[in-house]
C-alpha cells in the first residue's frame, strides 16, 4: 500500500523548535516534488512549504520565511520541514503531499502546490504563548 506518513509533531512553547519529517511507504520520493500544508482550527488547509523533485527549488510561504526549513536528501526519503522560533499561529495539523513521478528537467526544478496530493494523515503541533 502507498501512503504518506508524517511524524515529528508535539507540543512546545512560543519560540521553540520542531523537526517534522515525511516519509512515504510503499515508494521512494526521490522524483516526487514534496509540500508541507498546514490546517488550523476553523481555517482551510494552507500551503507551507515545498521542495523539487531535484531539491534546488524551494519556496515558503510568507508567514514562515526565515523560520522554517525544507529539506531532503538524494536518496528521497524521508522529507523534512524544521520549523524554528515556532509562534502559536503556527498551530495546526500538518501534512505532506506529493506531485510527480517527475522525471523532464523543468518539471524536477518546480513545485506547485496546486499539484500536490495524497496527503497523508498528518501530524498536530501546538504551540502555546
Known amino acids: 500500500q502507498l501512503q504518506l506518513v508524517e511524524s515529528g509533531g508535539g507540543s512546545v512553547q512560543s519560540g521553540g523548535s520542531l523537526r517534522l519529517s515525511c516519509a512515504a511507504s510503499?515508494?521512494?520520493?526521490?522524483?516526487?516534488?514534496i509540500g508541507w500544508f498546514r490546517q488550523a482550527p476553523g481555517k482551510e488547509r494552507e500551503g507551507v512549504s515545498c521542495?523539487?523533485?531535484?531539491?534546488?527549488?524551494?519556496r515558503y510561504a510568507d508567514s514562515v520565511k526565515g523560520r522554517f526549513t525544507i529539506s531532503r536528501d538524494k536518496r528521497g526519503n524521508p522529507v523534512y520541514l524544521q520549523m524554528s522560533s515556532l509562534k502559536p499561529e503556527d498551530t495546526g495539523v500538518y501534512f505532506c503531499?506529493?506531485?510527480?513521478?517527475?522525471?523532464?528537467?523543468?518539471?524536477?526544478?518546480?513545485?506547485?502546490?496546486?499539484?500536490?496530493?495524497?496527503w497523508g494523515a498528518g501530524t498536530r503541533v501546538t504551540v502555546s504563548s
Open positions: 503531499a506529493i506531485d510527480g513521478p517527475n522525471y523532464a528537467a523543468d518539471r524536477r526544478s518546480s513545485c506547485n502546490y496546486d499539484d500536490m496530493s495524497g
Open positions: 510503499g515508494f521512494t520520493l526521490r522524483n516526487f516534488a
Open positions: 521542495i523539487s523533485a531535484s531539491g534546488d527549488n524551494t
